[in-house]
């Protein structure tokens, strides 16, 4: 028998000023029959107690009532509240893991890219926290694999009814022309 669950979304955010286009960008990369799980972090440092994070979970908790989604919505206050994620990767069995994302170099919930592409098994889509909801060109670059449906899923929700331009990269000389 085959197994007819719905495809599982956890969207992790570390700010919720634009919480709506973020749970809309969500909607829009999700398959019609997904279900999205919606979370919030509150990075506590290590130096000081986890009770500094109570009135920024309490704004969230407004934020998630505000679009009514305090039903299915949670927010973790901790000093690695992306590790929490990731137990919620594997506890909800997550398709795709969507992360406002704090870039290449820097902590995104209490961990370094490197560690969350790591240990959360599943697909993972790292969109930057300067992200704003605008429809435009977007150049999406693939080599092809197991990624590609994901990756044009994702373009498509960036662009809207704009354009999606392919950069096709392969390894392969008798295929590639030789541009020098």
Not at 34 to 54: F, K, P, T, Y
Not at 114 to 132: F, G, H, M, P, Y
């Amino acid at each position: 028998m085959t197994d007819h669950r719905p495809y599982q979304v956890l969207l992790a955010l570390q700010d919720d000023t634009l919480l709506e286009a973020w749970y809309s960008l969500a909607q829009r990369i999700t398959p019609e029959t997904g279900e999205i799980h919606l979370r919030g972090m509150v990075v506590v440092l290590e130096n000081q107690s986890l009770s500094e994070g109570a009135l920024a979970a309490r704004q969230w908790r407004d934020s998630f009532q505000r679009i009514s989604l305090e039903e299915t919505a949670r927010v973790y206050v901790d000093f690695q509240p992306m590790r929490r994620m990731v137990n919620d990767v594997h506890e909800l069995a997550i398709d795709l893991l969507i992360v406002q994302w704090s870039g290449p170099k820097e902590i995104t919930g209490g961990l370094l890219t490197d560690e969350i592409l790591k240990t959360a098994l599943c697909d993972v889509v790292l969109v930057s926290q300067n992200w704003r909801p605008a429809e435009g060109p977007v150049l999406l670059s693939l080599r092809g694999g197991p990624n590609l449906s994901l990756g044009l899923r994702v373009a498509k929700a960036l662009a809207g009814d704009s354009s999606i331009t392919l950069f096709h990269v392969t390894d392969h000389q008798r295929i590639a022309p030789d541009l020098e």
